[in-house]
């Protein structure tokens, strides 16, 4: 489990069934499921009565503060109404300006490093994505040192948090060692440099990006968060909004670059759709192909491969009692690729998402942004962002699978590629001009 718990669920799934029991670190018993009617009762039917397990309430809250992803209730509630306002197709649309020229920046790097041979693509698109969203979120002039910082601390935590959950005994040894107080020191400088653009916004002039938007927000009294809550919600929303649209774009260059057809499609439509137009969060509805592309990639390689809740009380979900205090695990990636739901699941097949197909798929077996009200707050910005990227690097390269290597996913707190993706990448050569 500890090294790859999606072959084990995986294994589980085909030995006993859609829904199963297991102890996680040999201590938290789980029920563990893919079946769609149960998932539809946990995350959305019932959905009061689960809460988020003590894993992503206690541990990341420890490091990330109290925010959307690890609070409850009312007090949920009422900062998913604030925060949503954020993620508007009116906000989006301003956003994508910001969006475009971070990815500009970003690629001038990129085309320095493929210039000169292969590339694990995995880092340099986390770059990147993590560039667009933090600048989303505080606007153009954060530094680049800034953001480098904030993402090292981010991702070294989160592996910290995947260490305490899969080897919970190991808990006491990372308090007497040492570990708890070093990760906890690499949060209090990322607090520190993000809390100063906050307050410097406090006493500047207001921007267009996210950090106006939760600073302009106010509660039913009139009052505002205050900067600290500002900063929780700020660094979960880089925590969420980054690493997956990264992972989801890595996985779908390594499954691209074995299909030239695939490609040579995508291409097409952004050239019929935007011409030399730029890309902005209207014209995202305008792309089907593309967008069967993405869905099965995010398919076969979900970003959040499993959703844990708590039960709040006892419930019964046909002939499955669920008792208070169960943790319940929607294992995403074994109902993504469970050969009853999907034909030929293991193939990467955009078929399975054009429209008329829609009907054929059975609810709730489909969860790369979770479901019901704690659905993915920022999908559609993930959307937009998996799309600029993804039409500006096949406008300006061909890339290839570089040989020699084996690729795995990783299941950290993301699906990550365990050993990487390295790719080689060349210019593009344009089509000669038609002379009538």
């Known amino acids: 489990m500890a090294q790859n718990p999606v072959q084990v669920l995986s294994r589980y799934n085909e030995t006993f069934g859609d829904t199963f029991r297991i102890h996680i670190g040999g201590l938290k018993e789980a029920m563990v499921t893919i079946d769609p009617a149960v998932i539809q009762h946990v995350l959305k039917t019932n959905a009061e009565n689960y809460q988020k397990s003590e894993i992503q309430v206690r541990r990341m809250g420890h490091f990330l503060g109290k925010g959307l992803l690890t609070t409850h209730g009312e007090a949920w509630r009422t900062q998913r109404r604030l925060i949503q306002t954020g ?125 106006q938007t939760l600073m302009d927000a106010r509660y039913s009294d009139g009052k505002g968060m205050s900067d600290e809550l500002i900063l929780s919600e700020s660094m979960q929303l880089l925590v969420a909004g980054h690493e997956t649209s990264s992972n989801a774009l890595s996985w779908l260059l390594y499954l691209l670059s074995s299909r030239p057809d695939c490609i040579e499609r995508v291409r097409q439509e952004f050239d019929t759709v935007l011409g030399e137009a730029p890309l902005g969060y209207s014209d995202v509805p305008k792309f089907e192909f593309a967008t069967q592309v993405i869905c099965e990639a995010l398919r076969l390689y979900p970003p959040f491969w499993m959703i844990d809740r708590m039960a709040v009380a006892d419930d019964r979900v046909g002939d499955i009692a669920i008792p208070r205090g169960s943790m319940v695990i929607v294992y995403v990636y074994g109902a993504h690729h469970a050969p009853r739901y999907w034909e030929n699941p293991e193939n990467f097949d955009t078929e399975r998402f054009a429209k008329e197909n829609e009907k054929l798929r059975t609810p709730f077996t489909y969860l790369p942004f979770g479901a019901g009200p704690r659905g993915c707050i920022g999908g559609n910005y993930a959307m937009l962002q998996i799309l600029m990227i993804l039409r500006d690097l096949l406008r300006t390269y061909d890339f290839q699978l570089a040989s020699g290597q084996v690729i795995e996913a990783r299941p950290m707190v993301i699906l990550r590629p365990k050993h990487g993706i390295r790719m080689t990448f060349t210019k593009t050569i344009a089509p000669a001009p038609c002379i009538a």
């Open 87 to 211: 993620f508007d197709k009116k906000q989006l649309e301003a956003l994508s300006s910001i969006m475009r020229d971070s990815l500009a920046e970003s690629l001038q790097d990129f085309d320095r490093h493929v210039r000169v041979g292969p590339v694990d693509i995995y880092p340099h698109l986390m770059k990147i994505t993590f560039a667009m969203v933090a600048r989303s979120l505080f606007g153009a002039r954060l530094k680049d040192e800034d953001i480098d910082l904030v993402s090292h601390t981010i991702c070294t935590v989160q592996e910290f948090i995947v260490r305490q959950t899969l080897q919970p005994y190991m808990n006491p040894w990372f308090a007497v060692s040492g570990k708890l107080r070093k990760h906890e020191d690499m949060r209090t400088r990322a607090d520190a440099v993000l809390l100063a653009y906050i307050k410097k916004r406090r006493n500047g002039p207001p921007g267009h990006d996210l950090l």
